[in-house]
């Protein structure tokens, strides 16, 4: 029906909620900075409250080590500003102004992690996106440093819809987000982006021609307006991230401030970011799609250990792309744990609650569809299953399955007529499927010539299952042992 809201949209919901709420709950039991974020922090303190007043902005008396982009400030600050300007009125302590620029940039990379996720839902299914968020809303490096006003995590807003529009094959869009995570907030991003864009140049699916006539415009776009907004800032002419580029990796000053060994990623960054989730990174390479990201991002990081100084919040990119991985196996498992219970001769019996069913794989797709709609039924005293194609499956036979995050809206149809019982299947065919309750002497079969099974025609027993399958394939039933 018109304006009904899609099946699956309170759960995802919940999802975004529990994402917002770990965030949050790192920012004010952790309020406090570290000496890399001083600069942002500070930038956006004078942009709210100094303003067009350059004179008194501190980084003109503490300039740091290199000059740094004020384009991830002024974007914060001016999301930011409303709150303040309230807060500001009530004479609020700054403090509280912190924990709002805070905020608002954890909402920025939650945005990017929820625009990924619609994607792998879009791509992999609604299991796998599931496990994403509770994997990492579950992560403690991730979810913390989101409210940080690091760089690197001033980088995370863009990187993300980039990496999703690269999922999507929209390479205009992934190449122009890329230019500007590139040219104005981390150069070290060309090494991760680059290898994603060596990747559809790899699988032809991107020309050179197309990435050239895309991404020099765009480059000269972003470089010309970092230029121009950080020279009026800092009073001289200046690329801050190329300054940056050229004191870490030509004149390896960054390793003043300690160096690691050359595995440091591998051994210790990874396995703290991703925590127990780290094991079932091997489980989703069995898939191709998830196998190219796992490539990609240990490539990154294989490339970056060259660098002797070391962080982890220099390849914080690359946890959601491995969680993707990781979600990826636990899919697979749980996939597994369904199809357990093989029998030899073919079968697979499945229990749940009263239910137990029992399927033969010679049946194909349609034992799978008869699974599928058994493992739906509603249990003792639960309400039926409204009509319409079952999530995950086409409504006719040979199609490709399609995964949505929601079942497509049930069309009202006439109730189908039973059928002959000489109609529900050839004597000594062998069904497909057999749901039946434990220890009722009722079964419902499906088999190759199995009629459509009238709703209204069922046992009088609170144990009835209320069984909807797709228009062509269909359950009768039949009396059974």
Same mark, same amino acid.
């Given at each position: 029906?018109?304006?009904?809201?899609?099946?699956?949209?309170?759960?995802?919901?919940?999802?975004?909620?529990?994402?917002?709420?770990?965030?949050?709950?790192?920012?004010?039991?952790?309020?406090?900075?570290?000496?890399?974020?001083?600069?942002?922090?500070?930038?956006?303190?004078?942009?709210?409250?100094?303003?067009?007043?350059?004179?008194?902005?501190?980084?003109?008396? $503490?300039?740091?080590?290199?000059?740094?982009?004020?384009?991830?400030? *002024?974007?914060?600050?001016?999301?930011?500003?409303?709150?303040?300007?309230?807060?500001?009125?009530?004479?609020?302590?700054?403090?509280?102004?912190?924990?709002?620029?805070?905020?608002?940039?954890?909402?920025?990379?939650?945005?990017?992690?929820?625009?990924?996720?619609?994607?792998?839902?879009?791509?992999? &299914?609604?299991?796998?996106?599931?496990?994403?968020?509770?994997?990492?809303?579950?992560?403690?490096?991730?979810?913390?440093?989101?409210?940080?006003?690091?760089?690197?995590?001033?980088?995370?807003?863009?990187?993300?819809?980039?990496?999703?529009?690269?999922?999507?094959?929209?390479?205009?869009?992934?190449?122009?987000?890329?230019?500007?995570?590139?040219?104005?907030?981390?150069?070290?991003?060309?090494?991760?982006?680059?290898?994603?864009?060596?990747?559809?140049?790899?699988?032809?699916?991107?020309?050179?021609?197309?990435?050239?006539?895309?991404?020099?415009?765009?480059?000269?776009?972003?470089? &010309?307006?970092?230029?121009?907004?950080?020279?009026?800032?800092?009073?001289?002419?200046?690329?801050?991230?190329?300054?940056?580029?050229?004191?870490?990796?030509?004149?390896?000053?960054?390793?003043?401030?300690?160096?690691?060994?050359?595995?440091?990623?591998?051994?210790?960054?990874?396995?703290?970011? *991703?925590?127990?989730?780290?094991? $079932?990174?091997?489980?989703?390479?069995?898939?191709?799609?998830?196998?190219?990201?796992?490539?990609?991002?240990?490539?990154?990081?294989?490339?970056?250990?060259?660098?002797?100084?070391?962080?982890?919040?220099?390849?914080?990119?690359?946890?959601?792309?491995?969680?993707?991985?990781?979600?990826?196996?636990?899919?697979?498992?749980?996939?597994?744990?369904?199809?357990?219970?093989?029998?030899?001769?073919?079968?697979?019996?499945?229990?749940?609650?009263?239910?137990?069913?029992?399927?033969?794989?010679?049946?194909?797709?349609?034992?799978?569809?008869?699974?599928?709609?058994?493992?739906?039924?509603?249990?003792?005293?639960?309400?039926?299953?409204?009509?319409?194609?079952?999530?995950?499956?086409?409504?006719?036979?040979?199609?490709?399955?399609?995964?949505?995050?929601?079942?497509?809206?049930?069309?009202?149809?006439?109730?189908?007529?039973?059928?002959?019982?000489?109609?529900?299947?050839?004597?000594?065919?062998?069904?497909?499927?057999?749901?039946?309750?434990?220890?009722?002497?009722?079964?419902?079969?499906?088999?190759?010539?199995?009629?459509?099974?009238?709703?209204?025609?069922?046992?009088?027993?609170?144990?009835?299952?209320?069984?909807?399958?797709?228009?062509?394939?269909?359950?009768?039933?039949?009396?059974?042992?």
């Amino acid at each position: 029906m018109a304006g009904k809201r899609p099946l699956g949209a309170g759960r995802q919901r919940r999802l975004l909620g529990l994402l917002v709420a770990v965030a949050a709950i790192h920012l004010i039991t952790c309020p406090y900075a570290k000496v890399e974020e001083s600069f942002n922090l500070q930038a956006m303190h004078d942009l709210l409250y100094h303003r067009l007043d350059t004179d008194k902005y501190d980084h003109l008396e $503490f300039p740091g080590v290199v000059p740094r982009t004020f384009l991830g400030p *002024l974007a914060v600050a001016a999301l930011s500003s409303p709150v303040v300007y309230v807060l500001s009125l009530l004479e609020a302590p700054k403090f509280y102004s912190q924990l709002v620029v805070r905020a608002v940039l954890g909402l920025g990379v939650i945005f990017g992690l929820w625009t990924l996720q619609k994607e792998v839902r879009r791509q992999f &299914g609604a299991t796998v996106a599931t496990v994403f968020c509770w994997v990492t809303a579950t992560q403690f490096h991730l979810m913390f440093y989101c409210t940080r006003t690091l760089p690197n995590v001033l980088a995370l807003p863009v990187v993300l819809p980039a990496l999703a529009a690269w999922l999507q094959l929209r390479w205009a869009r992934f190449i122009r987000l890329s230019a500007f995570a590139i040219l104005v907030f981390r150069a070290e991003l060309s090494v991760f982006l680059g290898l994603a864009l060596l990747l559809l140049l790899g699988t032809r699916r991107l020309t050179v021609a197309k990435a050239l006539r895309c991404a020099l415009p765009a480059g000269a776009l972003c470089l &010309g307006l970092t230029v121009a907004v950080d020279s009026c800032f800092w009073r001289y002419l200046v690329w801050p991230e190329g300054k940056v580029l050229w004191y870490n990796t030509v004149l390896n000053k960054s390793s003043n401030w300690g160096t690691s060994p050359l595995l440091w990623y591998f051994y210790s960054a990874l396995p703290r970011g *991703l925590g127990c989730s780290l094991f $079932f990174v091997p489980l989703g390479a069995v898939d191709r799609r998830a196998l190219a990201l796992l490539l990609l991002s240990l490539g990154f990081v294989a490339l970056y250990s060259l660098l002797p100084h070391k962080e982890l919040r220099f390849v914080i990119y690359t946890f959601p792309v491995l969680n993707i991985v990781a979600a990826r196996g636990c899919a697979c498992l749980c996939r597994a744990a369904h199809r357990r219970g093989r029998c030899a001769d073919g079968r697979v019996s499945v229990s749940r609650s009263e239910w137990c069913l029992e399927v033969r794989q010679e049946g194909r797709r349609a034992a799978w569809v008869g699974a599928h709609a058994g493992l739906h039924a509603p249990p003792h005293g639960g309400s039926p299953r409204a009509p319409g194609a079952l999530q995950g499956h086409a409504p006719c036979p040979g199609q490709r399955p399609r995964h949505h995050g929601c079942e497509s809206e049930p069309q009202q149809a006439a109730p189908p007529r039973r059928q002959p019982a000489d109609k529900a299947g050839a004597p000594g065919e062998t069904p497909w499927a057999v749901l039946r309750p434990q220890g009722s002497s009722v079964s419902w079969q499906m088999g190759p010539r199995a009629g459509r099974w009238d709703p209204g025609h069922r046992p009088r027993s609170s144990a009835a299952p209320t069984l909807w399958l797709p228009p062509a394939q269909g359950v009768h039933p039949t009396g059974g042992p």
